[in-house]
């Protein structure tokens, strides 16, 4: 039984179907328990959400939040509370499985996660992908040698993180260095697991930035055979960052992986919506790239 946990806010409903999707169309031989996490989930949204899993005979579980937990943590527009829900989820699940598989909801599963959740983590507490942030370790004051890992996908050791009070640890390190952090909870994961890591292999965790570098700034993070892999045959598609799939705007190169899974769901006539101006600053962004176009734009602003 592979235990995945994820959580969500109810606007990231839909979202949250077609990577529910995307991950049972391509793990049909997985028996897989879906552990999901809110706080403010209505039980209409809960519904579709159990729906879309026992679809496919697979076991779910419902776990409410309780939003005080979170009272202390930087929210914004674009950033939620849901981002925190990862810090309790290794408390809440330890007593069901040692080993837990949290993935973000903007995602897509390409590939069978098996090989992923048989990975050795015991002498770690987690298992994450490199990111492309070279300020990251000197800005959290650790060696940059360990690299700065995204939080998007992580392969946790439930046991680990409860013995040592590792939800504790982090949320008085998230209210103690507040203005320090750039990217909230993922900072605070990174200060204090930089070195209780277990890297990853990037293609478990296609960052959108991958497309928007030079290979010679990939290269300073990743292999010349993990590029050509991360790029043409990830195994996770994250769409990391402000610009997502289901944006006008977004110029991903497997954005029509969500495409291909929003078709089978009940949202499977989804369009983005854009007017005469938007549609031009497409034409735009597909002619001279996501960098040139920033860089234009941020001139008249």
């Not at 109810?10 to 529910?20: A, D």
């Not at 403010?40 to 026992?54: G, P, R």
């Not at 992580?154 to 680990?160: D, M, Q, S, T």
Request: charged content about 20%; aromatic content about 16%; proline content about 3%.
């Amino acid at each position: 039984m592979i235990h995945i946990a994820c959580a969500a806010d109810n606007k990231f409903t839909q979202h949250t179907v077609v990577m529910l999707t995307s991950l049972f169309e391509n793990n049909k031989e997985n028996e897989i328990h879906l552990h999901f996490f809110s706080a403010d989930f209505n039980i209409e949204n809960q519904k579709i959400i159990e729906k879309t899993v026992t679809k496919y005979q697979q076991k779910f579980s419902f776990y409410p939040l309780d939003a005080e937990l979170f009272k202390d943590c930087y929210v914004s527009n674009h950033v939620s509370f849901a981002t925190y829900y990862r810090i309790v989820i290794p408390n809440i699940l330890v007593n069901q499985s040692s080993k837990i598989l949290y993935l973000d909801t903007d995602i897509v599963v390409c590939k069978n996660l098996k090989p992923l959740w048989d990975l050795n983590i015991e002498n770690y507490t987690i298992a994450a992908a490199n990111e492309i942030n070279f300020d990251g370790p000197q800005r959290l004051g650790f060696d940059e040698k360990f690299k700065y890992f995204n939080a998007g996908i992580l392969l946790i050791n439930a046991k680990n993180w409860v013995s040592v009070n590792l939800q504790e640890i982090l949320f008085s390190y998230i209210k103690l260095h507040t203005n320090k952090l750039t990217f909230w909870d993922q900072d605070a994961l990174n200060a204090n697991l930089y070195n209780k890591r277990l890297t990853l292999a990037p293609h478990w965790n296609q960052l959108s930035p991958v497309f928007e570098v030079n290979n010679d700034t990939l290269l300073k993070v990743y292999s010349a055979e993990e590029i050509k892999i991360l790029k043409t045959s990830p195994a996770i598609v994250h769409y990391a960052g402000s610009s997502k799939p289901w944006d006008y705007l977004n110029i991903h190169p497997f954005k029509g992986e969500y495409y291909k899974y929003l078709s089978l769901t009940d949202w499977k006539d989804f369009k983005p919506s854009a007017n005469f101006k938007t549609k031009l600053k497409y034409l735009l962004l597909k002619l001279v790239g996501k960098n040139i176009y920033t860089k234009f734009f941020s001139i008249f602003q």
